[in-house]
Nanobody, 122 residues
Framework: QVQVVESGGGLVQAGGSLRLACAAS??????MGWFRQAPGKEREFVAT???????YYADSVKGRFTIGRDNARNTMYLQMNSLKPDDTAVYYC??????????????????WGQGTQVTVSA
């Protein structure tokens, strides 16, 4: 059974940091990514990483967030620094077999986690 499971969300003050993790099981993936959805808004792309660690970020998080992966552990991470209240959202891990280097569309992904809440207080 293929699964992707997020962990690491929580409550943090503005300017603080959080680290999210996504553990995949059942198979390996060419592309893994993070999306987020704030209340009343559509799900939006955050960052993506290929099997060989090519990364691509949304402009809103570039320079503050860092995506990484450990292929041996089939795990992906998202280090979030300098968090802002606008970063408050449910963060979703996604995984797929796309060969695109900038897989920012949800259609590029086949498996999704249940989401983890990130709340940034002012």
């Amino acid at each position: 059974q293929v699964q992707v499971v997020e962990s690491g969300g929580g409550l943090v003050q503005a300017g603080g940091s959080l680290r999210l993790a996504c553990a995949a099981s059942g198979r390996t993936f060419s592309t893994m990514g993070w999306f987020r959805q704030a209340p009343g808004k559509e799900r939006e792309f955050v960052a993506t990483i290929t099997w060989n660690s090519y990364t691509y970020y949304a402009d809103s998080v570039k320079g503050r967030f860092t995506i990484g992966r450990d292929n041996a552990r089939n795990t992906m991470y998202l280090q979030m620094n300098s968090l802002k209240p606008d970063d408050t959202a449910v963060y979703y891990c996604a995984a797929g077999q796309s060969l695109a280097t900038r897989a920012s569309s949800p259609n590029r992904y086949d498996y999704w986690g249940q989401g983890t809440q990130v709340t940034v207080s002012a």
